[in-house]
């Protein structure tokens, strides 16, 4: 178990070995490697400067390095040459962090942050070892802006951010901003299966970018939490919403479900609290409470489905009038909501449930349908259509007659014809 924090403790224990052993100043980042059953501290070390440095997220990458984020007012901050930014951009500077997966070594360190106060909170590692970073910032010059989803400030004092960075610490490939008109905070993060950056946090603004079709398009207090989803490339603010009631409320914790969906915690002062009703604990226990809450992956209200539809199997039928026979294989929606089904061919074939009534030959064209509901939008109909064959008309065979059977026959007609000529 790996974990990172800060401390003003000179004392740390486990630091002998570390690649800080001894403090940098009044207070230090920290991290350290625990076995698993907790009962033995492998290796701890200090990360800091001569200032004031704390550790706020942290992240395991693929090889086993340990790479930390958070905040520093420290200019000596160890082992930021040749980093994406070497030096302190102001009193107070977001940074990065990699360590040996052991501790015992500082790989690279990074500043990131602009003349205001700037802070990392939250900390995700790509699929391609690209490091992730949000929090939030007080400076108008953050690096990296340029391009992003929100290039500028949104002028309401602090502002959240999201930044990408090589796995390596040494290149700046995007940041940006993200806020409205007052402020606004970043406190969790985390990527999604197909590399969207997924973030959350809590907001003092009404005008928060991107909330429109959102779950909750519009801010329910003063204070509410806030989930957004960006491209990748942090060049594309997808799609963002508020989640909170009239009171404050604040995402601290983010995670993507296997489906997709986004699962968010925070803590809530809010009595009316949106979407409680059905869970498992509906109402408020008391002044102060935690919350869970999960949105769909596009965090919209009402979110698109699609229909997947095979060729039906087999495809023809013989035809025999009023017989019957089920579709197959079925349809299924996206969504997990039922499929219906409907014939678009009534002179051909009719359809009740699932299963397919002949009227006539011909070709007889399946409608599969989701109608939606308070979440899900209609679907686009998918058909498939099914062959009913006539059958094969029957032709009665004439009977051949053998060569004795026709001279027989040639002599009875020459017979008949002579006796009409005698009579």
């Not at 395991?60 to 930021?80: K, Y």
């Not at 296997?258 to 409680?276: F, Q, Y």
């Not at 089904?341 to 006539?360: E, I, L, Q």
Request: charged share 5%; glycine share 16%.
């Amino acid at each position: 178990m790996v974990v990172g924090g800060y401390t003003d403790s000179t004392n740390l224990p486990g630091t002998s070995g570390g690649a800080q052993p001894s403090s940098g100043g009044s207070y230090d980042g920290f991290v350290a490697r625990l076995s698993g059953n907790l009962n033995t501290l492998i290796q701890s070390t200090y990360l800091g400067g001569s200032s004031y440095d704390d550790i706020q997220a942290l992240a395991i990458a693929a090889n086993g390095d340990v790479v930390v984020g958070g905040g520093t007012a420290s200019t000596d901050l160890p082992g930021t040459s040749g980093g994406a930014q070497p030096s302190s951009g102001g009193a107070y500077d977001g940074f990065v962090a990699r360590l040996s997966g052991n501790l015992n070594t500082l790989i690279q360190s990074t500043y990131l942050g602009g003349s205001g106060t700037d802070s990392i909170q939250a900390l995700a590692i790509a699929a391609n070892g690209e490091v992730v970073v949000g929090g939030y910032t007080y400076s108008t010059n953050l690096p990296g802006t340029s391009g992003g989803a929100q290039p500028s400030s949104g002028g309401g004092g602090y502002d959240g951010f999201v930044a990408r960075l090589s796995g390596d610490l040494k290149t700046l490939m995007q940041s940006t901003y993200l806020g409205g008109s007052s402020s606004d905070y970043i406190t969790a993060l985390a990527i999604a299966a197909n590399g969207d950056v997924v973030v959350g946090g809590h907001t003092l603004s009404s005008n928060l970018p991107g909330t429109s079709g959102g779950a909750q398009p519009s801010s329910g207090g003063s204070l509410d939490g806030f989930v957004a989803r960006l491209s990748g490339d942090l060049t594309t603010l997808i799609q963002s919403t508020y989640l909170g009631g009239s009171s404050g409320d604040y995402i601290y914790a983010l995670a993507i479900a296997a489906s997709g969906d986004v699962v968010v915690g925070g803590t809530t002062t809010s009595t009316n609290l949106p979407g409680t009703s059905g869970g498992a604990q509906p109402s408020s226990g008391g002044s102060y409470d935690g919350f869970v809450a999960r949105l769909s992956g596009d965090l919209k209200a009402v979110s698109p489905q699609t229909i997947s539809f095979p060729a039906q199997s087999p495809a023809s039928h013989s035809f025999v009038a009023g017989g019957s026979f089920p579709v197959n294989p079925l349809a299924s929606a996206s969504s997990g909501l039922p499929v219906t089904y409907t014939s678009s061919t009534p002179g051909v074939c009719t359809v009740s449930g699932s299963t397919v009534t002949m009227v006539a030959a011909g070709t007889c064209t399946i409608v599969a349908s989701q109608a939606g509901n308070a979440n899900w939008q209609p679907a686009p109909q998918v058909s498939q259509s099914v062959v009913l064959a006539a059958a094969a008309a029957v032709v009665t065979p004439v009977p051949t007659l053998s060569q004795w059977m026709l001279l027989a026959l040639s002599g009875l007609l020459g017979l008949l014809a002579w006796r009409r000529r005698a009579a």
